[in-house]
């Protein structure tokens, strides 16, 4: 972390600003979709989400219930205009950041090994989500 003396308009010059570089790989977009986590990479567990930004590289999750940092998951995310046609990307890799938020939910910040994917047929997700 870097610390930058500032001059804020009180003109105190005690103020620091601290501030941290951008350590990204690939750009963030900020959506909002539907997503599927499965923690530990397991088919049988799964947990619904909703994205709050994501790159090919990460992805920031809101969750019901708190997934540790260092976790190994599998992301599922579904990109759609209107609601029922979408294409899925997928993604595998670590929690590398999880808080609790004032709602009660979980924020849970996930780096992929790999660029999130293209996946072809995810009908059993699929169902659900459309279903809610």
């Not at 570089?21 to 986590?37: C, D, L, N, P």
């Amino acid at each position: 972390m870097r610390r930058e003396a500032a001059l804020p308009a009180t003109g105190n010059p005690e103020r620091m600003v601290e501030y941290q570089k951008e350590q990204r790989r690939s750009r963030r977009f900020a959506f909002r979709q539907s997503a599927i986590v499965r923690p530990n990479r397991s088919a049988s567990h799964e947990v619904n989400a909703e994205t709050e930004n994501a790159s090919l590289y990460g992805a920031l999750l809101r969750v019901a219930a708190a997934i540790p940092d260092a976790s190994e998951v599998e992301v599922e995310l579904r990109l759609s205009r209107d609601g029922t046609r979408g294409v899925w990307l997928r993604g595998a890799g670590r929690v590398v950041r999880s808080e609790i938020r004032p709602a009660g939910d979980f924020g849970i910040a996930v780096a992929f090994d790999q660029p999130l994917s293209e996946r072809s047929h995810a009908p059993a997700a699929m169902a659900k989500l459309v279903g809610q």
